[in-house]
């Protein structure tokens, strides 16, 4: 419920600083004191648009602020999903700059418009005769008859199974849609994978290719100098291998004079079984050397075919286009399991459509038999209320597409006559006949269901008398259970509030602000003579304030 609202700095409001209770609160004032600025002011702050003009003072900041106990709104889950501290009295302010930008909060952590108006809308609802709140909107209707209905369990759920549905459904469809496209790819990745296999390709390949080519493609002059050395190795006269051989000899001959000439000779040694190894692995690759056209010719189509692939998918490495042939393999594979994959979801989502078919069946008959009670309730309680000829016609009928509340098609019509004519509320009541239906359903959801603070803003407008009074008695009931708001014109009404207060104007120093205050027993007999007979209260008009005010439980 609202428990404290600030306003500062907005349209003729300096400085406003108020407290409210539970239960049922009256605002009254006359006409023009700014009663309309309040709603205003608490409509700013509840996620509407600002407007610069509403700035009084326009070199200074406008700021309203609202203060909540919302301990039993269960918004935990709201709050955490916006990354809002929770609070059980929770403080929403927002600040509209001299520059014209506006500022939101919600316990001092700074928030969107959307989010402000989405937590605004669970907290209070403004309710005039131009704003019939939800009343001609189908998601609301299907609020009222399932509060009566009882269905929260089915509807839940419902909801649940409809969100795996949806899920499911958006899969197949871009699976169909994968398909169409992969059918359209796939003979051309079916040609790029083959070309890919074909080349048989492996890690390092390509390093050990273009070295056998080179051995193959330059075999005579690596023959020729292979040749030569060898000769150079092995001659008699001037060959490496017999000069070293008598180095050696000399050398073992000296190390019995010393350690220098000792280690000089293994040295030696060391050198010479190094140049015989390297001697003898020379003259078996001179073995080897042959010259091969066709090995080579083979060789030479194998790299030109792994350089053509390199320069068709624009890669400099074979690993990179080992990793598009697996990248292919995958694809091709895919495409040709799409057929069964999309037969495979099919099952799964016509099984998911009986489950929720057989929910919505669920929900459709307990709302069936929840439509007299509801037809009853309205019709009684308009009939108190001067129309007695309502007339409620609830079509609930089922449908073939699923929404957020299920299957049903749900139409409430109203006729202001008996045997007139049913017509959807919106086009067949008028602006003051919504107002009292909204009452009567609002009344009704009370019982029910745990609503947000409501405020009325003279819906009592154009009725009188036993009306006015049977008006009362509804918000007052409803007040019992929830916070209620009402700003009236009737003392009938007026005198209802737990609490009552009052709106008015002053001027000071040649400055008209407007102000509120909270009135006590005294006060609220006069404003309500006031309301009875005028300025000039007559003893009568005071007795009768009275008298309301003593009978208003």
Avoid at 28 to 55: F, N
Avoid at 92 to 106: C, D, N, Q, W
Wanted: with cysteine.
């Amino acid at each position: 419920m609202l428990t404290n609202l600030i306003i500062k700095n907005y349209a003729l409001i300096d400085h406003l600083n108020v407290d409210f209770d539970k239960g049922l609160i009256s605002i009254t004032g006359e006409t023009g004191a700014g009663k309309s600025i309040l709603l205003g002011g608490l409509s700013l702050v509840l996620g509407k648009r600002a407007d610069l003009s509403s700035i009084k003072d326009a070199t200074d900041k406008c700021v309203i602020e609202a203060s909540f106990a919302i301990g039993n709104y269960k918004l935990e889950d709201f709050f955490n999903e916006q990354d809002l501290d929770f609070e059980q009295q929770t403080i929403i302010r927002r600040e509209i700059l001299p520059s014209g930008k506006s500022r939101a909060f919600v316990n001092d952590t700074p928030v969107t418009l959307d989010v402000l108006s989405s937590l605004g809308g669970q907290l209070i609802d403004i309710h005039s005769q131009h704003q019939t709140l939800k009343l001609t909107d189908n998601d609301f209707q299907f609020q009222v008859i399932d509060a009566i209905a009882d269905v929260s369990e089915e509807l839940n759920l419902y909801t649940d199974k409809l969100t795996d549905y949806l899920a499911l459904k958006k899969e197949l469809k871009s699976l169909i849609e994968f398909q169409q496209q992969a059918d359209k790819d796939n003979d051309y990745n079916s040609f790029l994978l083959e070309e890919l296999r074909s080349a048989k390709l492996k890690k390092g390949m390509l390093a050990d290719l273009e070295a056998t080519f080179e051995q193959l493609n330059n075999v005579d002059e690596i023959a020729n100098r292979v040749t030569q050395s060898l000769q150079l190795f092995s001659e008699e006269q001037m060959g490496v291998l017999p000069s070293l051989n008598e180095i050696k000899s000399n050398f073992n001959r000296l190390s019995g004079f010393g350690k220098t000439y000792k280690d000089l000779s293994d040295r030696i040694d060391s050198v010479l079984i190094e140049l015989d190894d390297v001697f003898n692995e020379t003259l078996s690759l001179e073995e080897s050397l042959e010259a091969d056209p066709v090995e080579l010719e083979k060789v030479n189509e194998k790299l030109q075919l792994i350089y053509n692939l390199q320069k068709k998918h624009n890669v400099l490495e074979v690993t990179e286009l080992i990793e598009i042939q697996e990248q292919l393999e995958i694809q091709v594979s895919k495409t040709q399991n799409l057929e069964s994959d999309i037969k495979e979801m099919q099952l799964k989502l016509m099984t998911r459509e009986e489950a929720l078919d057989k929910i919505a069946l669920e929900l459709h008959n307990k709302r069936t038999k929840g439509i007299p009670a509801l037809k009853d309730h309205l019709e009684n309680t308009l009939a108190s209320l001067g129309m007695p000829n309502a007339q409620f016609e609830i079509e609930l009928t089922p449908g073939e597409h699923y929404h957020s509340n299920g299957k049903d098609n749900l139409s409430f019509l109203f006729s202001a006559n008996k045997g007139g004519q049913f017509n959807e509320l919106k086009k067949a009541a008028s602006g003051g006949e919504l107002s009292r239906i909204m009452l009567a359903i609002k009344s009704l959801l009370a019982q029910y269901m745990h609503l947000p603070t409501i405020m009325f803003d003279e819906i009592d407008t154009g009725v009188s008398g036993e009306v006015s009074n049977k008006m009362a008695d509804i918000m007052y009931q409803m007040s019992k259970t929830m916070q209620v708001f009402t700003i009236t014109h009737l003392p009938q009404v007026a005198a209802k509030g737990d609490q009552h207060y009052k709106v008015y104007k002053e001027e000071v120093q040649g400055i008209t602000t407007s102000q509120m205050k909270k009135l006590n027993q005294d006060q609220r007999v006069i404003e309500i003579a006031e309301m009875l007979g005028g300025k000039d209260i007559s003893s009568s008009a005071r007795a009768h304030a009275n008298e309301l005010l003593i009978k208003r439980n």
